[in-house]
């Protein structure tokens, strides 16, 4: 969706997809708005509660089962299992995801990695998809006046024109663009404490192949999980930079992480963007 600053000053409902990197600020920006007036949607919260919600919760139930005491319970039906997941807590989506890896460490063996990956990829254009229909209920069952789409940090990797198509219809698209001077610091951060991550399979396959002959691993069973999503981790961040670049090139605008970072309310936020509108004509 393109428009003058204008058109979006005027916009009496305004819907918003935020793209970026994690690190960058998405949800930090979506929760300074407020929320009486701005629906809050998150694409990894809309994964982890609708499309894995079930494979999540297989997740858990096969770490359980596996402690002799609360297999008795669930084979029982003594007790239940549940995942809790908030915007702010997605911490079930990420366990799932996993690692590759040692299995001994924690990893996952490379076939059941894919499958994840797989099915979070499909999930996550699921969840995109879904932005259309809950601009409408938002607005016409709960009153919201506007919409904000969080999206996922691997939004840029799902290779998925539709997608990307129906997001740029139904909103306008802000790429929070991560400036030289905090590149470095969001990757050391990923490194000192990496996470279970999203990769194209291409990528991976790649990215994979050279990790393993670097460090002489004959078999991904023999890798510490931490240590390849360390290792991956810069060369990911570098792959996806020129893919936001051309989505918003394509479909949005930009604005700089740093002004992201300053905004302190409803009014700082429709004032940056409405400048980005107009620097980008």
């Not at 994690?22 to 609708?50: E, V």
């Not at 005491?69 to 702010?88: A, Q």
């Not at 078999?219 to 390849?228: G, Y």
Request: with cysteine; glycine share 4%.
């Amino acid at each position: 969706m393109k428009m003058s600053p204008q058109d979006f000053l005027n916009w009496q409902s305004k819907r918003i997809t935020l793209l970026a990197m994690s690190g960058a600020g998405k949800t930090t920006l979506a929760n300074k708005l407020p929320k009486a007036k701005w629906f809050h949607y998150s694409g990894d919260y809309r994964i982890g509660t609708k499309y894995l919600k079930e494979p999540i919760l297989d997740n858990i139930k096969r770490q359980a089962i596996s402690v002799p005491f609360l297999r008795e319970l669930l084979l029982s039906d003594s007790i239940y299992i549940s995942s809790k997941i908030t915007v702010d807590n997605l911490a079930a989506v990420s366990s799932f995801l996993g690692k590759l890896g040692n299995p001994e460490l924690g990893g996952l063996p490379l076939p059941e990695f894919k499958r994840r990956q797989k099915l979070h990829h499909q999930a996550e254009i699921a969840a995109m998809l879904d932005v259309p229909d809950f601009i409408h209920k938002a607005e016409d069952i709960y009153g919201y006046k506007h919409f904000i789409n969080d999206a996922g940090g691997s939004v840029c990797e799902l290779d998925s024109p539709e997608t990307l198509a129906t997001l740029a219809q139904h909103t306008l698209i802000i790429y929070i663009k991560i400036p030289p001077t905090l590149e470095q610091t969001i990757i050391e951060r990923a490194k000192t404490d990496p996470k279970p991550l999203y990769y194209r399979e291409a990528f991976l396959d790649q990215k994979l192949d050279e990790f393993m002959r670097l460090k002489k691993y004959a078999s991904t069973d023999a890798m510490p999980p931490d240590e390849f999503v360390s290792w991956v981790f810069p060369e990911l961040f570098t792959s996806r930079l020129p893919r936001y670049q051309a989505i918003a090139e394509q479909y949005g605008y930009i604005v700089d992480a740093n002004d992201v970072a300053a905004v302190k309310c409803e009014d700082d936020f429709i004032k940056l963007v409405a400048d980005a509108l107009s620097l980008q004509q």
